[in-house]
């Protein structure tokens, strides 16, 4: 249960950024998603530096929702994303 509230959550973040931040946001998850499928790949130390930048971030990304929108896709590139899988798979089921 708590995995769909999450792809819910996720939806529902989507739907509510302008289409430029939407597009960017997707090339990243799908930018990460063929890195993390790539034999070898060092998804640990990607992991790693996303959270470096989410502990020191710049001016301005300090606190609140302008934290939120900083993190967020950072959290991409170190976050499992089976939670992605199931989104593409419910967008089919609409379709």
Known sequence: MRQYRRVYDLEVKLNNLPPFDQG?????VSLT?????????????????????????????EKGPAFDAYEWPLSVLKNDLSQLQILLDADKTRN
């Open 24 to 28: 960017v946001l997707m090339a990243l």
């Open 33 to 61: 998603a063929t890195l993390k499928s790539m034999p070898g790949f060092d998804g640990e130390a990607l992991g790693k530096a996303a959270q470096r930048f989410i502990d020191e971030p710049p001016l301005g990304c």
